[in-house]
């Protein structure tokens, strides 16, 4: 059964940095598209960031871009998401996901087939 665990998250002040990781396990990760989605409370979940199963391509949500850097190791099965600048208003969880016919980097969530449990980022003013 395929895994999507996610870890790196807590609470962090304003102007701070954290790096989630989701480590994927049975599933050829390489033939993969992963992104990143977060879910606020009182909000959909929405469309933070996606890589490539290349890592040449990426795609961010404007509300992060500049701020927020999404990557990959395939060797390790990782996907990462390095979040600088963070505000109260990115408080979410924050879940990755899998997409098994990676034409395209897409934003919708329905489009992945694989979700992680999430983990919590707070941000503090």
């Known amino acids: 059964q395929v895994q999507l665990v996610e870890s790196g998250g807590g609470l962090v002040q304003a102007g701070g940095s954290l790096r989630l990781s989701c480590v994927a396990s049975?599933?050829?990760?390489?033939?993969?598209?992963m992104a990143w989605f977060r879910h606020a409370p009182g909000k959909e979940r929405e469309f933070v960031a996606a890589?490539?199963?290349?890592?040449?391509?990426?795609r961010y949500a404007d509300s992060v871009k500049g701020r927020f850097t999404i990557s990959r190791d395939n060797a390790k099965n990782t996907v990462y998401l390095q979040m600088n600048s963070l505000k109260p208003e990115d408080t979410a969880v924050y879940y990755c996901?899998?997409?098994?016919?990676?034409?395209?980097?897409?934003?919708?969530?329905?489009?992945?087939?694989?979700w992680g449990q999430g983990t919590q980022v707070t941000v503090s003013s």
């Open positions: 996901a899998a997409d098994r016919f990676p034409a395209g980097l897409k934003t919708a969530q329905a489009e992945y087939d694989y």
């Open positions: 049975k599933l050829t990760f390489s033939n993969y598209n």
């Open positions: 890589i490539r199963w290349t890592g040449t391509n990426t």
